[in-house]
């Protein structure tokens, strides 16, 4: 499975936009990048993929580098309630079955 | 609505007992996934399904055991050859296609603690 590191914690301002990289130098040509986040005591909740191009919804964009070795997850005006663990991942196929491995994350913490 | 649902929010166990975590999916969902996470840490494999009355064995099985006689469950067992079982759990389900293009979606969660 290709692996992903993220930097354990970063911060930002409120209203200005938060940058969250994420390194997967292994990645495979088949293989997505997820982003999740956690919010304290809750599940996961899903954010954004992406295979090569860059990807937008209401919640974030992803940009994913040409070599798809990194990417980065860019929420445009944080809040105080986009305090959250956030999670890189990459999804492995192999044949008919597919495991999905989480690290540890990047705690992002929004500051007024 | 559908969704994914766990039971119970919060468990207890005492030394020596087996306790199963119920989770319950409506989204017809071919794949399931069990996670432990631990204060301060990300999300461990513990086991996945990928089809009914079939499942593997995760990066930390060892203690656990589950079965998925149904499409909609995948009840995980935890055994009191867990030592350390203390830790909150995740279940998550996503459809198995042959592409990687599918969202995983959690639950809420269990917090099992030893009494």
């Known amino acids: 499975d290709a692996k992903t590191t993220q930097p354990t914690s970063m911060d930002c301002a409120e209203g200005r936009a938060a940058n969250l990289p994420c390194n997967h130098s292994?990645?495979?040509?088949?293989?997505?990048v997820y982003w999740y986040r956690q919010i304290h005591s809750q599940g996961p909740q899903y954010i954004i993929h992406?295979?090569?191009n860059n990807e937008t919804n209401e919640m974030a964009s992803l940009i994913i580098t040409e070599d798809r070795k990194s990417s980065t997850l860019i929420l445009p005006h944080a809040t105080l309630r986009d305090t959250a663990v956030y999670y890189c991942?990459?999804?492995?196929?192999?044949?008919?079955?597919?495991?999905?491995?989480f690290g540890k994350g990047i705690t992002l913490s929004v500051r007024p | 609505d559908g969704g994914i649902t766990q039971s119970p929010k919060y468990l207890f166990r005492k030394e020596g007992q087996n306790v199963t975590l119920s989770c319950e999916q409506n989204?017809?969902?071919?794949?399931m996934y069990w996670y432990r996470q631990d204060p301060g840490q990300g999300l461990r494999l513990i086991y996945y399904?990928?089809?009914?009355?079939?499942?593997q064995k995760g990066d930390i099985a060892e203690g656990y055991s589950v079965s998925r006689e149904k499409k909609e469950s995948f009840p995980l067992t935890v055994t009191s050859a867990q030592k350390n079982p203390t830790a909150f759990y995740l279940c998550a389900s996503t459809s198995a296609g042959k592409t990687t293009n599918e969202k995983l979606f959690f639950g809420s969660g269990t917090q099992l603690s030893v009494l």
């Open positions: 399904s990928q089809i009914v009355n079939d499942f």
């Open positions: 989204l017809n969902h071919d794949a």
């Open positions: 992406g295979l090569k």
């Open positions: 991942i990459v999804r492995a196929l192999t044949g008919a079955n597919s495991k999905l491995t």
């Open positions: 292994t990645i495979s040509g088949n293989e997505y």
